[in-house]
């Protein structure tokens, strides 16, 4: 098949909108489309060319990629009448890099694949920064052709592009982590607060537990305490990143995901009680999930 040049992007939020952006970066002409005006107007402003439906914006693409918040909203996209997949080419690549069930990815695929469209599931790990970067980590579901074919794009947007295993394994894989990200943040956020309420410097602790066995991501890279690390959501007030609620929806769909294959996973369960617990108000929800630090801490004065 001819290399792929056009590519229609759905879906511009705070990981769609990068991620976009570094394919323009990249050489390639994107056509986007977002319900949000604000942001299909950050992207065209990053170089993207607008469109006034999704309908529109696969019109001539050579690529469809998809960023979107739920399985509701990816089945919308594609399937049924108006559905992407009644209008798109036979030739175009499908690439859909929501985070949704691993049986919405299957049921996607299996109808493109009866249109004889090429499809895979693609959800991201790195979060907002590693979209902006171009870092991502990409685990892909479907065909080896599919996977193939869909290199060279996912390569503009990410570092590490990892082949699953058939449709919808993509999207167990970031489940499973997610669900140990989540772990792992829970856990960063309480050892931390242990030694602040200890007389401990949260940096210094930072320094000692990342250089020793209890280094991990969270650490590393988004360390949940304020005043510790720059660049991360805890330096501004937990604005922006990933936020408490799509991570309750990952752990939904992990807890589903458990239930259906009898795993036993205390911790994941665990953990989405303490987010739950965390984001019962629906500002808190907004913020980005290393907020779960303000669950250990102590109200001032105490």
């Not at 299909?40 to 993207?48: E, I, V």
């Not at 108006?82 to 049921?107: E, F, K």
């Amino acid at each position: 098949m001819n290399p792929i040049k056009n590519i229609a992007f759905i879906g511009l939020g705070n990981m769609g909108g990068p991620m976009a952006a570094n394919l323009v970066q990249k050489g390639f002409s994107v056509t986007a489309f977002d319900l949000s005006q604000p942001s299909l107007d950050q992207a065209a402003s990053n170089g993207c060319e607008k469109a006034a439906s999704a309908g529109s914006a696969v019109q001539g693409a050579d690529a469809v990629v998809s960023m979107l918040p739920s399985g509701e909203a990816v089945r919308g996209l594609y399937l049924g009448e108006g559905g992407l997949l009644q209008v798109m080419d036979p030739h175009t690549l499908l690439i859909d890099c929501s985070t949704i069930a691993a049986d919405d990815a299957r049921q996607v695929i299996a109808a493109a694949t009866d249109r004889g469209i090429h499809a895979l599931d693609a959800p991201v790990s790195g979060g907002t920064a590693a979209a902006a970067a171009g870092t991502l980590s990409f685990m892909c579901g479907g065909e080896d052709s599919a996977v193939d074919r869909a290199r060279p794009v996912l390569a503009a947007m990410g570092a590490n592009i990892f082949h699953a295993g058939a449709a919808g394994s993509g999207q167990v894989a970031k489940i499973c982590n997610n669900m140990l990200l989540a772990i792992h943040m829970i856990g960063t956020a309480e050892a931390l607060q242990l030694g602040v309420d200890n007389g401990l410097d949260p940096g210094v602790l930072s320094e000692i537990m990342r250089a020793s066995s209890g280094g991990n991501w969270s650490l590393e890279k988004y360390n949940p305490y304020p005043g510790v690390m720059e660049d991360v959501p805890a330096a501004r007030d937990y604005a922006g990143g990933f936020s408490v609620a799509l991570m309750l929806k990952d752990l939904g769909l992990a807890m589903d995901t458990a239930a259906g294959s009898a795993s036993s996973t205390p911790f994941g369960a665990l953990a989405k009680n303490l987010y739950q617990l965390h984001g019962g108000d629906p500002d808190i929800r907004a913020l980005d999930f290393s907020s779960i630090q303000n669950l250990f801490r102590r109200p001032v004065g105490n």
